[in-house]
C-alpha cells in the first residue's frame, strides 16, 4: 500500500522534469512502451518510442495533457512511483507514491523541490486538469 503526493512545480520544462526523476527516482521504469498523443488516444496524431522525446513536445506545447508514471527499481525504498503530470492550462504536477509512514517527509521534499506551497495527499485517482483545479483543492484543505 502507497500513498500519493502531488505538488504543482513552478516550471513546465524537461530538464526540470529531469532534475525530478534524478532526484526522486532510483532505477526508473516508465509504465508504458510508446507514448500516443493525445493521451489514450484510438488515432494518436503521433506516437513517441522515447519518453524524453514526449517530455521536450509537452514543454514545448503547454496545452497538452498527459500523465507518465514510472516504477522505482529498488522497491524496498519508501518511494515506489514517481509520476509527471502535464495540464491543460500550462502546468506540470509532479507526484510520488511512497510508503504511508513516510508521507509527511516526502511532501515536505517535493514540496520544496517544487518550489510550492500547493500540495496535497491523493487518493489514486489523477490530479485535476488544471493548475488552478489544483490550487483550489490544495487551498479547500483538501491538500496538505
Known amino acids: 500500500m502507497t500513498q500519493e503526493l502531488y505538488a504543482l512545480s513552478n516550471e513546465r520544462t524537461a530538464t526540470l522534469a529531469s532534475r525530478f526523476l534524478n532526484t526522486f527516482g532510483a532505477e526508473l521504469l516508465p509504465f508504458a512502451e510508446d507514448f500516443p498523443v493525445p493521451e489514450f488516444s484510438v488515432n494518436p496524431a503521433h506516437v513517441f518510442r522515447r519518453v524524453e522525446d514526449l517530455i521536450s513536445f509537452l514543454e514545448l506545447n ?3 495533457p498527459y500523465g507518465l508514471y514510472w516504477n522505482v527499481g529498488a522497491s524496498e525504498g519508501e518511494i515506489a512511483q514517481a509520476m509527471l503530470f502535464y495540464t491543460t492550462d500550462g502546468g506540470l504536477i509532479l507526484g510520488l507514491a511512497v510508503t504511508p509512514e513516510s508521507a509527511p517527509l516526502h511532501l515536505r521534499r517535493l514540496m520544496t523541490f517544487a518550489g510550492t506551497d500547493d500540495a496535497m ?16 483543492k490544495c487551498r479547500k484543505g483538501t491538500g496538505h
Open 121 to 136: 495527499y491523493g487518493d489514486e485517482q489523477r490530479p485535476p486538469e488544471t493548475s488552478g483545479e489544483f490550487v483550489a
Open 62 to 64: 503547454r496545452s497538452e
